[in-house]
């Protein structure tokens, strides 16, 4: 006599049901952690190529110095004027720094916006158009274009996975940025550091495991890819307590006065230059864009040359001493930094800052004989990008990460503090804050500031995609 059938019970059948659900979302969760690491291998990636193509643009550029030092009074002004023409046609919305607009995406609502400012086009035209400034001579870096390339990458797998969630949205955006920025410096933990300082606002996001997760993805990525390189190379220096602190408050003052006078005259800037300057901006950006490139020539040639670029190799040498630059070396590289800004072409200043304060602490040393001048170079350093960005806790992991010197983070950390006050004097506001408040304010129609609690945003036009 055959079995009959044994029915399943209703328990064994919610245990199957259970069980199936759990695989579901089991899968779903790996096939969204797969799609998180290949995004940030990608924004490792990115940042590796960027960093190469700009360096031969740089070796380029020298090219053209070597040849002829005047060569530059033609190729600046056509550059400029070019990448302009560039931001308003073929790239429009790719102008400025990066990170203020990164900044902003995280504080809007209305998501339409943020995906014509986050776009792998403008992302893509970051990176031509930042190695053609690098060309040309501009005061400009790579880090700041990195992390809104970076959010723009991470902003573009958050759609392809249908988020629809503004938290993780905002959390795709702003490990993608910091991702770009460790990436670009070959500094995991000042991309960590600087998500939670700069980008972020609110500890819950700053704290999530997926901005730390894809952070460090990238950093290996890039550290596989260009070996585990230190911008300055290792420093095998020390700042005992005692006289040699007098180092601490001299670069912390001079450091944070220059750097806070520099983010006050670029607030001013963003918000317009005064009388026909002014007019010119609006009524003829390329003519006024190549003006600043002619300007940006004869700083270079005073100069002899040694303020077009990044200014990586001149703030190298002056660490090691085997160059020494007069006091002309960073007035000349600030107003140069100051006019490649005001022209509206993409770039970043974190590496001219560095360059900036590099030539600060290489001029005070020689007043500062008890203390050892490498160590002196990087107070400057770290004085001079506190006061332009403000954030200290970023500018000291940077310097000591880039320095390869754990030694020194107790300097360090006081001068980017000193810094950091005497800055806030000069400049009430932060440097990126503004910048992403004057972004916002510029929209077609009145938007929200960055806070805790935005307010939804209106459509904004291409044209006014940049600050």
Partial sequence: MPFAP??????????????????????????????????????GLTAVLFARLGDQCAELRTRFVTWHPWAMLVFAPGGFAFITWMTRTLFKGSQGSGIPQTIATLHMANYVVVDRILTLRIAAGKIILTCLGLVCGASIGREGPS???????????????????????????????????AAAFNTPLAGIVFAIEEL???????????????????????????????????????IPVGTAWIAVIVCGIVGGLIGGSFAALVIKASK???????????????????????LTALIGLISNGSTYGTGYAQAKAIFAGTDHYPASFFILKYLSMLVS???????????????????????????????????????????YFCGVAQSPLTATIIVMEICDNQQVTLALLATAFLAFGVSRIVCP?????????????????????PNPKPAKQEAVSEEKLSI
């Fill in 147 to 181: 992390v809104q390339i970076g959010a723009s990458i991470m902003h573009g797998f958050s759609r392809l996975l249908g988020q629809s969630n503004i938290a993780s949205k905002r959390s795709m955006i702003l490990a993608g940025g910091a991702a770009g920025m």
């Fill in 341 to 383: 800004y005001c022209s509206g072409i993409p770039g970043g200043m974190f590496a001219p800052s560095l360059a900036i304060g590099a030539g600060i602490g290489g001029w005070i040393e020689q007043f500062l004989p008890h203390t050892t001048p490498g160590a002196v170079v990087l107070l400057g350093t770290v004085a």
């Fill in 200 to 238: 972020a606002h609110s500890f819950e996001q700053k704290a999530s495991g997926h901005t730390l997760t894809i952070v460090v993805i990238s950093g290996v990525t890039a550290i596989s890819l260009m070996g585990n390189y230190t911008y300055f190379g290792h420093a095998d220096v020390n």
């Fill in 6 to 43: 044994v029915k399943p019970s209703a328990h064994h059948k919610d245990k199957i049901h259970h069980l199936r659900r759990t695989a579901r979302v089991r899968t779903t969760r790996w096939r969204r952690m797969s799609v998180y690491w290949i995004g940030a291998v990608l924004v």
């Fill in 272 to 294: 317009g230059l005064p009388g026909s300057v002014g007019r010119l901006t609006k009524e003829r950006p390329i003519t006024f864009s190549a003006l600043c490139g002619l």
């Fill in 429 to 449: 506001q932060p440097l990126y804050t503004a910048l992403a408040d004057r972004f916002l304010e510029t929209m077609d129609k009145p938007a929200a500031r």
